[in-house]
């Protein structure tokens, strides 16, 4: 997929909704997305964050996007269906959804996690995923051809000892894109998940202190698996799970 090399107009007239957007891959995926032609819908929980991203769409020349503040672990269903007749009454349609905001949570022995700590990490990773993407189907669905995008990991493949909550969110992610996927098959929506593999993010760096980031891709160097599922050349695939980095493939955090 790294050779994957799309068109200047590949997502031209495309409205995306990316979570997560304000830093790290999201950030990059909003300005890669636009830069090919698409409308943003930029969520995240902090403004400021948001805004800068809104001014850099700009600065490049992109379509003006949305800003939806929305902190996922305090959002309830009725945020999510009130965020979905906003974005029908705005745009009229929605093309595709990157799910990439996530919580870390704390790394450490399964008996240890607190059920706090537990109920942060699946409410973030798993529950708003869930309610987010029911309230958002009838858009998607009235969409021709319409892309979902959830961020797996290389521990939500195969289990590693002591990333705990993390580890277990990114198994169900997998589940709940390929229960999805199939219920979908005779539809125009496809559903794939992306394992970003070791980036050079903020996660990263909580995940690995120790690590040097220079030793890592960018972002901006992982964006051609994002692009293509995102794209009308991805038309056939659904149900799949994508290596951004299939050369490193490795058990470790997406990102």
Same mark, same amino acid.
């Given at each position: ?54 001014? +850099? ?27 979905? +007749? ?134 901006? +160097? ?13 038309? +056939? ?19």
């Amino acid at each position: 997929m790294q050779d994957y090399h799309p068109s200047a107009e590949l997502l031209k007239n495309k409205v995306i909704l990316v979570t997560g957007a304000g830093d790290g891959i999201g950030r990059q995926s909003a300005l890669s997305f636009a830069a090919h032609g698409a409308t943003l819908i930029l969520l995240g929980k902090t403004v400021k964050k948001l805004e800068a991203v809104y001014d +850099e769409l700009l600065a490049q020349g992109s379509p003006e996007p949305a800003i939806v503040p929305l902190d996922l672990q305090g959002a309830t269903r009725q945020h999510y269906l009130d965020m979905a +007749e906003t974005i029908k009454q705005q745009f009229g349609r929605l093309d595709g959804v990157l799910f990439n905001a996530g919580l870390l949570g704390t790394l450490g022995p399964l008996e240890m996690i607190g059920e706090d700590e537990w109920d942060k990490v699946i409410q973030v990773n798993v529950k708003s995923q869930f309610l987010m993407t029911q309230a958002l189907l009838p858009l998607l669905k009235a969409s021709t051809p319409a892309s979902i995008i959830y961020t797996s990991s290389g521990v939500g493949k195969r289990g590693r000892a002591y990333w705990g909550s993390y580890a277990v969110s990114k198994f169900a992610t997998e589940g709940m894109m390929q229960v999805l996927a199939d219920e979908l098959s005779n539809t125009r929506v496809r559903v794939n998940c992306i394992n970003p593999g070791a980036t050079r993010t903020a996660m990263r760096a909580r995940a690995y202190p120790g690590e040097n980031p220079e030793s890592l891709r960018t972002p901006a +160097e992982i964006m051609p698996s994002y692009l293509y599922l995102m794209s009308d050349d991805s038309l +056939e695939v659904t149900g799949q799970s994508l290596d951004a980095q299939p050369d490193k493939v490795r058990n470790s955090a997406a990102d």
